[in-house]
């Protein structure tokens, strides 16, 4: 347990490094003060020690013992020749100004303020190492955080460890890959929608330059067509913005039957509409905006009969708490490199020509509704030839 909230928050190593930085100072203060305790108390300790007396002329004429007591100096008991005994004491020497009785000031073999200063550098190089390793990566973070608000939008920062340092260097990577998707899509889907503006733009104007004072049926209907296709993909390229901007109010969530839903587009593509069995209306009924639900399913029965060989159905079911609508077709189908791809704005599969309509916009547009429904759509091989687009909602 202890372990765990090591290695997961900052605090808790931080803490532990000045709990250790404080426990090594009271172990070493503790031991400068047992040892200057211990010299003292050798010091002081009364210790006996022989005497002689001697008379004027160098001659011994008695011995005795010297005993030092605390608080009041030196004592002799000496006995002499003639079987006497006398006792002999010496007052203590005057102590400095604010000494205690009987106790003179210690002294450690380099004295106290250089025994504290040592104790010092040692709880700081001890301590250095932990909150250096913590600190290198806050700084690392910080010049990425400053790298990337400089205008670098690739800078990542490592996600090394399990702590609040390691989830903010995550979430900062996953934010920054955000942004930078947004930015790169709305590069290019302003490139992009430059060149498909042109297209339709420019056959327009060639289409009126060409057309004389008496336009044919075939003129005025290219040019409509290509006012449509014009019409369209600015509707489409609104769209994908207003999908884009998650703050943006896309209409009133309802509730919404798939199965009336897909019927009634079924019956305008002319495309068939099967229900799996056992599939009850319940499984079928999810929350959304009715207009952008059949928006999707729309895009992907016009994607089929563009490309699926006039053969389009449309399945309904459910799994795992999910509701499933999957537009089959029975054209070449999509490779298995590409079934991520077909769903980026723009893109078309190699081959594909601007006369067969659309504008690659088609897919992405599903993408984003089913995303902005909490759902997904993908891509599969369908068995006996061609693709099956699914797109999977929650009940």
């Known amino acids: 347990m202890l372990l765990n909230l090591y290695r997961r928050h900052l605090y808790v190593r931080i803490w532990l490094a000045v709990v250790a930085g404080v426990f090594i100072l009271t172990l070493m203060a ?23 007396v001697l008379d004027d002329k160098d001659r011994p004429i008695g011995s005795g013992k010297a005993l030092r007591v605390p608080g009041q100096g ?26 205690s009785p009987g106790m003179a000031p210690w002294r450690t073999p380099f004295g ?16 250095y190492p932990i909150v250096r390793r913590i600190t290198k990566r806050l700084e690392a973070l910080q010049r990425g955080v400053q790298r990337w608000g400089e205008g670098d939008l690739s800078v990542r920062v490592a996600e090394d460890g399990q702590d609040e ?15 930078e998707q947004l930015v790169r899509s709305h590069k290019s889907l302003l490139a992009n929608a430059s060149h498909e503006l042109r297209s339709p733009l420019t056959r327009i104007r060639m289409g009126l330059e060409l057309m004389g004072e008496r336009p044919s049926a075939g003129a005025r209907d290219e040019i409509s067509r290509n006012i449509g296709e014009l019409d369209q993909l600015i509707d489409e390229i609104l769209l994908a913005s207003r999908l884009d901007a998650k703050e943006a109010d896309m209409g009133t969530v309802e509730t919404v039957d798939l199965t009336g839903l897909a019927a009634e587009e079924c019956a305008r593509a002319d495309a068939e509409l099967e229900v799996a069995e056992n599939t009850d209306s319940d499984a079928l009924t999810v ?34 708490g999910l509701a499933e609508i999957r537009v089959n077709d029975r054209g070449p189908g999509v490779p298995a490199a590409l079934r991520e791809r077909i769903f980026e704005p723009f893109y078309r599969l190699p081959g594909a020509s601007e006369r067969n309509g659309g ?11 089913a995303e902005r429904h909490g759902g997904s759509v993908r891509c599969q091989d369908r068995p006996g030839g061609g693709a099956s687009f699914v797109i999977t909602l929650p009940r």
Request: charged share 25%; glycine share 12%.
């Open 30 to 52: 503790n031991w400068i003060v047992r040892e200057a305790a211990e010299s003292e108390r050798e010091r002081l300790a009364p210790v006996p020690r022989d005497v002689v």
């Open 74 to 99: 030196l004592e002799f008991d000496v006995t002499l020749g003639d079987g006497r005994s006398i006792t002999l004491q010496v007052a203590p020497r005057d102590r400095p100004p604010g000494g």
């Open 112 to 127: 106290l303020g250089w025994m504290v200063a040592l104790v010092g550098v040692a709880v700081a190089l001890g301590v």
């Open 165 to 179: 340092v390691a989830d903010l260097s995550g979430r900062f990577n996953a934010a920054a890959a955000r942004i």
């Open 287 to 320: 929350r959304g905006v009715p207009r952008l639900l059949r928006r999707a399913i729309r895009n992907l029965l016009e994607n089929a009969r563009r490309y699926g060989a006039g053969q389009t159905s449309v399945e309904l079911g459910s799994r795992a």
């Open 359 to 369: 504008v690659g916009l088609g897919l992405a547009l599903v993408k984003s509704i």
